[in-house]
């Protein structure tokens, strides 16, 4: 490990030192030594299953402990149904449940060690449905490929860039015909740049249903994301604000497939 490496490694320590306290820290580190190649950690009365080498514990932390995904500006009302986009290993969907625990569940995850993953995490809980499968703005055969990044950074493309497998992609039309949905109420997207083709077309039947979105861009390695995505919310009206690198989208006017 060279010098930049280690310096980067130790203001990591340092910040999830800071950012948790030092005595949840502490026991966080020791179940991570103790146990084999995947480990335990609990955090809020709930076991977390986590692997060690992996993105894993980042994820934990931005969406378990830190609450990426708490929407705290607004109340969007009763929330009965939620699809999470580029679920990973289900720390998001965990944390929906907590919040809403009334509300069905249904996650979409591409890369098949994640989706493994995952599906230990929400094991107990007969609400969340998960798919090993990508979602798209059509029916394809789709490469997933490592970028480099991390188990949170798998990516989906038509062509075989670098690919470590293959998987079938689904259509949001499609999740409302399986699971009966007449309303998303919240609509989770962080599939890496793969929102550019879901916003670009085929939309239009599945997006006056969906109540708020919380997404992810990722302009910064796909141009024409942010481009597509307002695109298409361009003509309903509503209030944006944002947290991290996520923007939140809550439309004002009443949910057109409930209304009618």
């Not at 990722?218 to 995505?229: L, Q």
């Amino acid at each position: 490990m060279n010098g930049t490496a280690i310096k980067k490694k130790l203001n990591s320590v340092l910040w999830y030192g800071y950012k948790l306290g030092p005595i949840r820290y502490l026991s966080f580190t020791m179940a991570m030594l103790m146990q084999g190649s995947e480990y335990k950690l609990k955090f809020k009365d709930r076991y977390y299953h986590l692997r060690k080498r992996s993105t894993d514990f980042k994820v934990f932390c931005e969406v378990a402990v830190f609450e990426l995904y708490k929407i705290r500006k607004i109340d969007i009302g009763p929330v009965k149904t939620i699809v999470d986009l580029g679920s990973n290993i289900g720390m998001s969907a965990l944390f929906f449940n907590r919040k809403y625990p009334d509300a069905r569940i249904v996650c979409v995850e591409p890369e098949k060690s994640n989706y493994s993953e995952m599906l230990k995490n929400v094991a107990d809980y007969s609400n969340i449905h998960c798919l090993n499968t990508a979602i798209w703005h059509t029916n394809k055969n789709l490469a997933v490929y490592d970028c480099g990044h991390g188990e949170y950074g798998f990516r989906v493309t038509e062509e075989d860039q670098q690919a470590i497998g293959n998987v079938a992609s689904v259509t949001i039309d499609d999740i409302i015909a399986k699971y009966n949905l007449q309303t998303i109420d919240i609509l989770k997207v962080d599939i890496e740049g793969a929102e550019k083709e879901l916003f670009s077309c085929n939309y239009e039947n599945w997006l006056p249903r969906v109540r708020c979105i919380i997404i992810e861009l990722h302009d910064s390695f796909r141009p024409g994301c942010a481009s597509s995505f307002f695109k298409a919310i361009a003509g309903r009206d509503y209030t944006l604000f944002s947290k991290g690198d996520n923007i939140t989208v809550i439309f004002n006017e009443p949910n057109k497939a409930h209304a009618a």
